[in-house]
């Protein structure tokens, strides 16, 4: 059975960091994008980061650009999100995914494995 687990979430104030992480079982992801989605508020979740299956590749929503960073390690089958500078805004939920299409890597109908999600909240 396949399953993504995110850990990491939290409570910080405003400026701190949190990581997260997504474990995954059940099959190997290293041949796939991996990516970071938030609820959002639209009828599709937010597009937050994306890392191709090697690593050499990573998308970044405009929004977290600078202040997020994406980093996977396939031996550990597990995919990371460095979040820095956490504003109110960033407060969601989080969701790992892994991608099962070769449509955009930034839309999440392309994602087809889902994690829970965890909780990020950012308190002014």
């Known amino acids: 059975q396949v399953q993504l687990v995110e850990s990491g979430g939290g409570l910080v104030q405003a400026g701190g960091s949190l990581r997260l992480s997504c474990a995954a079982s059940?099959?190997?992801?290293?041949?796939?994008?991996m990516g970071w989605f938030r609820r959002g508020s639209g009828l599709e979740r937010e597009f937050v980061a994306t890392?191709?299956?090697?690593?050499?590749?990573?998308v970044y929503a405009d929004s977290v650009k600078g202040r997020f960073t994406i980093s996977r390690d396939n031996a550990k089958s597990t995919v990371y999100l460095q979040m820095n500078s956490l504003k109110p805004e960033d407060t969601d939920v989080y969701y790992c995914a892994a991608r099962a299409t070769t449509r955009s890597v930034t839309s999440a109908s392309t994602y087809g494995y889902w994690g829970q999600g965890t909780q990020v909240t950012v308190s002014s």
């Open positions: 890392i191709e299956g090697s690593g050499g590749n990573t």
């Open positions: 059940g099959r190997t992801f290293s041949g796939n994008y």
